[in-house]
């Protein structure tokens, strides 16, 4: 079985050990090499490999990072590089194929490939809801909860947003805008989800479409009877359906 491969290194001598090594193994095929986590990211997007030799530690989106930023269809299989065994420890935690420490083997280089070789003829059988793949995404995303930064991606650039950079967050059909500022970023998410993230975080749900990060709440105001809208730090006004009370309880608790 062919496997078609990138490389992701900040280092141009680790990249070039990994060339040579792979150079003896008449299967695999190197599509490109990257040297920081945007660029891995959109190569692997456009060119599909079936194996990734990611760097943890890299400008630009560090190699958990990259993973988050890969949708489950273009997830290739994973042998994480790294020169720290913590690293190496957390690489299995997410279901990653494999680690190398750096600087690798040969030897400890070819068993990692035997096992992409074995783990990519699986993952073809398997189809495109390889399990693998949805359990590495879902406990990327559940360790970014919270605190953890949203990763908001666009054909320029890929951004990670902290909580608190956060004034709102409303919902737009398929998809949640979210309020930064002066900036909107938009996002493929549902508003329930997010609630779930952010809550942790201060936010609170005051209505079906407006999450609020508690702290940039200004004042509130009533707008009619029995109804009450709150006033942003930024001068946003936002109608809130939830009662007063739920609000004055979340506030009290922060």
């Not at 779930?196 to 479409?209: D, N, Q």
Request: hydrophobic residues 40%; contains cysteine.
């Amino acid at each position: 079985m062919s496997l078609r491969v990138v490389i992701a290194d900040d280092e141009p001598l680790a990249r070039e050990r990994l060339r040579c090594f792979l150079a003896d193994e008449p299967e695999a095929e190197i599509l490109a090499e990257c040297a920081d986590g945007a660029q891995t990211v959109h190569t692997v997007e456009k060119m599909r490999p079936d194996l990734l030799f990611l760097d943890v530690q890299m400008p630009r989106l560090n190699g958990f990072e990259v993973l988050e930023a890969l949708s489950a269809e273009c997830m290739p299989e994973i042998i994480f590089s790294t020169a720290h065994d913590e690293h190496a420890i957390r690489a299995f935690e997410v279901n990653a194929l494999d680690y190398l420490l750096k600087p690798c083997t040969e030897e400890r280089f070819r068993k990692a490939m035997q096992r992409a070789r074995e783990q990519c003829q699986k993952r073809a059988g398997a189809g495109a809801g390889d399990p693998s793949v949805a359990s590495l995404l879902a406990h990327l995303r559940a360790e970014n909860s919270g605190q953890g930064r949203i990763l908001v991606k666009s054909p320029e650039r890929i951004l990670f947003l902290k909580p608190d950079e956060i004034d709102h967050v409303e919902s737009a059909g398929n998809y949640v805008v979210l309020h930064a500022g002066k900036e909107r970023y938009i996002l493929r998410e549902t508003m329930a989800a997010m609630e779930a993230r952010l809550t942790p975080a201060g936010f609170m749900r005051v209505s079906r479409s407006i999450i609020l990060n508690l702290s940039r709440v200004k004042e509130v105001q009533p707008s009619a009877p029995g109804h009450f809208s709150a006033l942003l730090r930024n001068g946003t006004r936002v109608e809130m359906t939830c009662s007063l009370r739920e609000l004055q309880e979340r506030m009290a608790a922060r």
